[in-house]
């Protein structure tokens, strides 16, 4: 604050933290203590227990409704979790007993899009889709865009293949992806596929899509993050509360050069502004 001159006076907050303790000329702080220094421990360690008990003092917070949810600045997943969840969607979803894991949305008010897996090595992904998945996260998406944007959203269900070629009729993934968009058809839901992912983008507005939904990571998050840069927010869909993060990593190739963009974070801000 000093080095930025910025005059702003802090309030120190607690749990029992009322709403006017918010609503003054001040920002309010919940300063998370960690004491439990332990001989070797590194500052990686101790950062790592930090972010944890951030976390879970948020989503403590969030389900006695005292938020309506909260944003997490980016973070390094790798050290983090060690291995044992693929990212915040994922250890969320299970400290919450949410199965499916959540749902990951990309989200921009003119284009979202969703990966069917998230964060897997791509020989894994052709087993993970399964028809029920992709019909319950499409749904969940459906029933986010109904109460925050009163519409019901137009889906576009990628194919897994390039140009959706597959070379056999009894291609297991094939069947998934077309049974579940005859399911969603029958629930009334507005969705078209499976269409071929290389031109998806290039006709999004023609047919006026709300949604992409991809079957991998990279599959839809490249092409969207070439449209919309930092313009965007990650969302995790499903939980008893909203969970937001900017769309990028930690960017550990830029810290100290002050060139990184803060448009995402903005972005984030903006939303809980928009729903609350």
């Known amino acids: 604050m000093k080095k930025l001159k910025y005059d702003i006076k802090i ?3 607690d749990s029992n933290f009322k709403m006017k303790d918010l609503l003054r000329n001040e920002l309010p702080v919940y300063d998370i ?3 439990q220094k332990k001989p070797f421990e590194n500052l990686s360690t101790r950062s790592n227990i930090y972010i944890l008990k951030c976390f879970d003092l948020a989503s ?9 949810g909260f944003i997490n600045c980016p973070i390094s997943k790798e050290f983090l979790f060690k291995n044992k969840y693929q990212g915040v969607t994922e250890y969320l979803s299970k400290k919450e007993n949410i199965k499916n894991d959540g749902v990951m949305l990309i989200f921009n008010k003119e284009l979202s899009v969703s990966p069917m897996t998230k ?18 996260k499409i749904k969940t998406i459906n029933n986010f865009y109904k109460k925050y944007f009163f519409k019901k959203p137009n889906f576009a269900l990628l194919g897994l293949n390039p140009h959706n070629y597959y070379s056999s009729k009894k291609s297991k993934s094939k069947k998934n992806i077309d049974k579940a968009i005859k399911t969603l058809k029958r629930q009334k839901i507005n969705i078209k596929g499976p269409i071929a992912s290389d031109t998806s983008f ?9 949604v992409i939904i991809g079957m991998y990571h990279d599959q839809v998050l490249t092409p969207f993050k070439t449209l919309y840069k930092f313009k965007a927010i990650n969302l995790t869909l499903g939980l008893p509360y ?13 810290v100290g050069k002050k060139i990184a963009n803060p448009d995402s974070l903005i972005e984030s801000i903006k939303f809980f502004n928009f729903i609350k």
């Open 202 to 210: 290039m006709i999004f507005k023609k047919y006026k899509f709300d």
């Open 119 to 136: 964060h897997i090595p791509i020989d894994q992904v052709s087993k993970k889709i399964n028809n029920l998945e992709i019909v319950n």
């Open 33 to 35: 203590k960690y004491n």
């Open 11 to 13: 309030k120190k907050i």
């Open 60 to 68: 403590k917070l969030a389900s006695k409704k005292k938020i309506i």
């Open 242 to 254: 909203i969970r937001i993060s900017p769309d990028h990593g930690i960017g550990l190739n830029i």
